[in-house]
Structure formats: C-alpha cells, structure tokens
C-alpha cells in the first residue's frame, strides 16, 4: 500500500488492487472489530497530504441564527407565524452538540469524504480522521442513494474527555481544556491514529445533498431514515405542537444540563414539515425555519471563603476570591479572580457571603456577585490590606493605576518568581531545583537573587526534610549542566523587562556573551533586525543597574559560562523571508526547524500574518495557523517541501 500511494511504483495492477481494497472494506463492514485506521481500506491516498484539501459543499452548511433568551426564542416563532399566515408549524426541539460540524459523504454506499464546515461553502477535507469514529459507518446498507451526505456533530464524551486526561496526568502530560476543543482539534489533524485514540462520537442532525434519495416529508423522518442506514441518532429529538412544549423541552433539558455524558449548549429548535422549510426560506446566513436557542452561562452559588491577595513575579497584588469548591460549567471551580481594588468595590463581595459563580464554556470563572438576601447583616464592606501578604511591608497603589503592588524588588514572592522563571526549562534549566527547594531556600535566606542559585553551599539543604546525598548529588548535577546553557536562554533567564526568549537568541546571536551585551548601547541593540528601541532602552537600563551589574558578577563567579550561538556559515537563502512551523516534523524538533530557519537568515514566528512567506505544517498542526494561510492565500508545505525550501530559498 505505502508503495503504491508513495512511492507511486504499484506491484499490482490497478484493477487488483482495486478490488482487494474492496474485499478489505467488506471485509472490515462485516467485521468492524477488524477496522483499524492503518488498514489499507481507510487509506484514502498514502499519507496525508500537507494541508487539508478544501472540499466544496454540493449543499451549503448554513449556520443558526440564535435566540438568547425565551423572549428572542417567541418572537421567532411570531414571525414565522406571519410569514405563513394562520398556518402553525410543529417544531422538533434536539440539543445543540458542542462539538465540530462535519459533513459525511457516501457515494455508491461507500463513505467517500468527510469535510469540516469551513466558510459553509467551502470545507476542510478531514476524512482521514472522520473514519476513526465509531459512530460513522463507512458503509451504508444497499438501500442507500447513489449520493447522501449526512450532517452532524463530532464531539467528545465527558467519560472519555475525563479518561483520556486521567491518561495525561498519569504521563506528567497537560491536560486537555475541555471537550469541545479536543474533539474538533482530534478531527484537524493529520494522524488518524492519534484521532483513533481520542475516541470520538457523533450525533447526526441533518442531510446535505441527496441524489435519488427517498421523498421525506418531515425532518423528524430524517431521523428514522438516519437510523434505517445504521446511523445512530440523539434519542432525546422531540416533535411538538406549540412553542409553549418547545419552552417546555428547554426547561427540562436545561436542569439536566449535566446529567447526559456530552456537552450541549442549547437547543436546536427546527420546523418540522419540510415543505413549510421551503416556504420559509434562507436570508444568506442561516435558514429561516430554524434557530438556536442558547442557553445562559451557568451560575451556581457558594461560600467566599477569603478574598485572599497573590503577589506575582512583577510585584503585582491581585485580590482572588478563595470559594467553597462548586461544579460550574462543567468544572470544580475553587478560586477565581477579582483583578483589583475597584472591581471587588464594584461587585461589593465579603468574606462570608454566598456568592454567584458562572463560567461560561471554557471562559475563566467569574464571581458575578453577592447573594444579599443571605449577607450576614453585620458584615462589612472588603478593604484592601495595607500590608504585603508575603513581605509584611506596605503595598503601593501608584497614581492613576487600577492594581496594588508590593514595590519590593527583595519580597520573597518576588524573588521567588525570578528564581523560578531563571530556573525554568526554557531559561537554564536547572534539573532538580523544582518550586520546593526555591521556596526553601529563598525562606531561609539562602538565596536572594538569581544570582545566589550558583553560589550557596548545596550542604545547607540537608537541614531540610527529605535532602539527602542523593537529592543533593542530582541537584550539583543540574547546576553542573546549567552553567554552560546557550547564551539565549541565558539571556532570557535572568528576566530582563520585556526580554522574552526570541529577544534573548537575537542579543545572544549579535553579540555572544553577558559582557559584550552589557557595553551595547541602545542604538546597537535596536539595530538588531526584530529587537525595539523599548527593548534595547530595557536591556541597557538592566546591565547598568546596580542589581544586573551584580549578578552578572554573582554569576561568573558561580563558574556560568553561557554558550555563544555558532555563527552560522549556511547561504542565507531565507534573508527576509519568515516562515511559521506548526505541528510536529519528522526530521526536525520544533526548535531545529526554527534554528534551520533561522541560521539561513530567515524569522521563523509562531503565528502566520500577512507577511509570512509560507506556513509549513507536520503532525497535528494548528488549525487556526492554516485557516489563516489559507485566508491570506499563504502557501501552505509538507516537511518535504520545506526542505526545498531551506535548501533553495524557493517554494516548491
Ligand atoms: S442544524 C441549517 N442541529 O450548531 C441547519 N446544528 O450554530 C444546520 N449544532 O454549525 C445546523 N447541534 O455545528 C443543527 N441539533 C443540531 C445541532 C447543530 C449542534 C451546531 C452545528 C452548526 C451550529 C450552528
């Protein structure tokens, strides 16, 4: 198979081949235990190709117009009511599926492609990845039409969403957000197989083009017709006489919004007879005969425990409010935000009060307000405190700013937060100096700027619990590896305002070490293609403080000799060219590629904009970088193409 697609060198004749395909797929419909995505019948030709190929829909997928609330939801239903004079049509209600719509299409009973809804005319062709569903047949019985596309939602089970993130945490992986985006990430991507294993489901709702297909007369006819072709549908569509039962099904679903094991975030509210849909009509956008109703963001009420204040690297003071525990949403929330002064005055929240909590899809908790009726009569109004949480010094509210801040440079939390980002993987990458040590070290003064990291007595640690020979041992090692870390990342660690780590390889890359950096001036530093004259007024200003002049010195004595970048001696064939990487390559870690790009005098950003050059794409790329080269008509290549293009500065 691989040589027939890839190598374009068949050992079989086409016809045979052919047919053998067709005895694997039935094969494989008579025995879908057999499947598997790798199976030269779910080949739809070799490997993917590099980026979706756009799939025109016959029947174009229209979206929804949506009703927010009951009142938006009758006067729908009133005008529809004078659009068809005295004639009142029955609805069907369904659930709104918060997944990714996706259009199926069989020809000759045979599942021939699988397209995302894209603009509604035109589509992502992701069959590659639809055919991993369970619940899409890939063969439909020979009943079936010559043509049927079928319309639904891919989505993810919160059994499996909760499974599969129970799997993250066990790898020390990420977990997912939430289900809606996995589902419709799993489906844009390139490997089937890793599609496979997110396990996904679907719910079809509509047909798209039909070619000799049955006379329907009703939608909900649609749904015993689905179901006659072996696809399963919701069980919980109902057909109803009156938009009071449509109110009716909206209430009733929406009090078991979390009882069923997907997400839904509204209802589906539909004109049942087809030929009435005709009358109605579509304006451009969305039918006329169906809407969606939204359902409200969730609010739930509980407990302000605290309004508890955090101090962040910058010394910024923020008031979070610390809750009793509260499923919102779909989520355990325990703490959310309350930004600043004015906000907790506005909202006028206590400690003690029962408070609204709502959270709308994956938007971050908010804490909408109290419940006065509840409020103990005796409370009164929050106040910011005057002391620092961490350092016990007062904090500052500077003139005409929204926050609080402690404006110690030496608070612990401060001086922790430094540590921490000097010490992160994409800064020196200090094995075995985790957020504990840190904090133990920085509480007992052992340390108190970054500075100190390479210079205090590593015997000290075993006054602490749990440090021994071996803890400490592992932790001389990291340091050990740390002292010779790239002069970029060593740039980046040491937390310069504005500094970020593509600032830190520029400085690295023109000038080699700290000392040459620090006798820059601004003008030489802004004269770095991609470096600002901020960033450079920054850089200068940090070098000649008292503080960076210090641990530069505290540093070099520690033995930390950074490494410069080799000055790359490759043919600039990408000089002013910028090109984006997005998903994994199979001969380039995600920071080779930008190095490749880089050394041959090109930027290589992470997000594409009217300026890029091209967006090459590996595994699993992003799919909001290859809609937006699509949207931008930014050539799109595959690893291969990619190397033409580093080798001859020109697209393929
Ligand atoms: S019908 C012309 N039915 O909602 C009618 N859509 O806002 C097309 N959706 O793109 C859609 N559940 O992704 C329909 N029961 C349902 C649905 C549903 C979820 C999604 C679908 C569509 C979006 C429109």
Redesign the pocket.
């Known amino acids: 198979m691989h040589l027939y697609h890839e190598l374009d060198a068949a050992e079989l004749p086409d016809a045979d081949f052919d047919r053998l395909v067709h005895q694997l797929r039935d094969l494989e419909a008579a025995h879908p235990e057999l499947a598997d995505a790798a199976s030269p019948a779910e080949q739809v030709g070799g490997a993917p190709s590099s980026a979706f190929a756009p799939v025109q829909h016959e029947v174009p ?4 117009d ?1 009703a927010f609330d009951l009142d938006e939801l009758r006067g729908w239903a009133e005008r529809l009511e004078r659009r068809l004079g005295d004639k009142i049509p029955s609805f069907v209600c ?8 996706l259009s199926v299409r069989y020809e000759d009973g045979q599942l021939v492609r699988a397209a995302t ?1 894209g603009d509604g005319t035109t589509g992502e062709d992701v069959t590659h990845t639809v055919k991993t569903i369970g619940d899409i047949p890939h063969i439909l019985p020979k009943s079936a039409p010559p043509v049927i596309e079928v ?1 639904g ?1 891919a989505y993810m089970r919160l059994s499996t969403f909760e499974a599969l993130n129970k799997a993250q945490e066990k790898a020390g992986l990420q977990a997912y957000v939430n289900p809606r985006n996995t589902a419709a990430g799993s489906i844009r991507q390139k490997d089937p197989q890793a599609a496979r294993e997110r396990a996904l489901s679907f ?1 079809p ?2 047909l798209g083009q039909i070619v000799d297909g049955p006379t329907l007369d009703a939608h909900s006819a649609t749904f015993d017709y689905l179901t006659s072709l072996t696809f399963g549908v919701n069980e919980h569509s109902r057909v109803v006489d009156t938009i009071d039962d449509v109110v009716a099904f909206i209430e009733e679903f929406a009090a078991k919004r979390h009882d069923l094991d997907y997400e ?1 975030d509204g209802v ?1 509210v ?1 004109v049942d007879d087809l030929e009435t849909q005709r009358v109605l009509g579509s304006t451009s956008r ?2 006329r005969w ?1 809407i ?1 109703y939204k359902m409200p963001p969730e609010e739930r009420a509980t407990r302000l425990i605290d309004i508890p204040i955090s101090i962040g690297t910058n010394g910024s003071a923020t008031p979070y409010a610390l809750l009793e525990p509260v499923f919102v949403g779909g989520v355990t929330v325990t703490n959310a935000t309350l930004h600043n002064q004015d906000i907790v005055a506005q909202k006028d929240v206590r400690p003690g009060d029962m408070v609204v909590v709502r959270r709308a899809g994956d938007v971050i908790p908010e804490v909408v307000g109290p419940v006065l009726s509840e409020r103990d009569p005796k409370s009164t109004p929050w106040e910011f405190p005057i002391d620092c949480p961490v350092c016990s010094r007062p904090l500052v509210r500077p003139e005409g700013a929204a926050r609080h801040r402690c404006p110690f440079d030496d608070c612990p939390a401060q001086v922790r937060g430094r540590i921490e980002h000097f010490a992160q993987r994409t800064g020196m990458d200090i094995e075995h100096f985790g957020e504990r040590t840190v904090d133990l070290l920085v509480s007992a003064g052992l340390i108190t700027d970054v500075g100190d990291v390479f210079n205090f007595d590593l015997e000290e640690l075993r006054q602490f619990e749990g440090f021994g020979d071996t803890s400490i041992e592992n932790l001389r090692a990291g340091l050990e590896s740390s002292r010779t870390r790239p002069l970029g990342n060593a740039v980046f660690a040491l937390a310069i305002p504005h500094v970020g780590s593509s600032n830190g390889k520029l400085l690295a890359k023109a000038f080699g070490s700290f000392e040459k950096i620090a006798a820059a001036t601004v003008e030489e530093i802004a004269a770095i293609d991609g470096v600002g004259p901020i960033i450079a007024e920054s850089v200068v200003e940090w070098f000649a403080s008292d503080t960076g002049k210090t641990i530069i010195q505290k540093l070099h004595d520690g033995g930390v000799r950074p490494v410069a970048p080799e000055v790359s001696t490759l043919e600039p064939t990408l000089a002013g060219k910028s090109i984006v990487v997005s998903g994994g390559l199979a001969n380039y870690g995600r920071s080779d590629a930008k190095t490749a790009i880089t050394d041959r005098g090109g930027k290589a950003p992470g997000s594409v904009s009217k300026s890029t050059f091209a967006l090459v794409v590996g595994n699993d790329p992003g799919a909001s970088k290859v809609t937006k080269a699509e949207d931008l008509g930014i050539p799109i290549l595959d690893e291969a193409g990619f190397e033409i293009l580093l080798a001859t500065g020109d697209l393929p």
């Open positions: 997928m229209m979206s929804l949506n369904e659930l709104k599926f918060d997944g990714l719509a809804r319309r939602e719910w709702y509509q839904f589906v539909k969305a039918p169906a969606a």
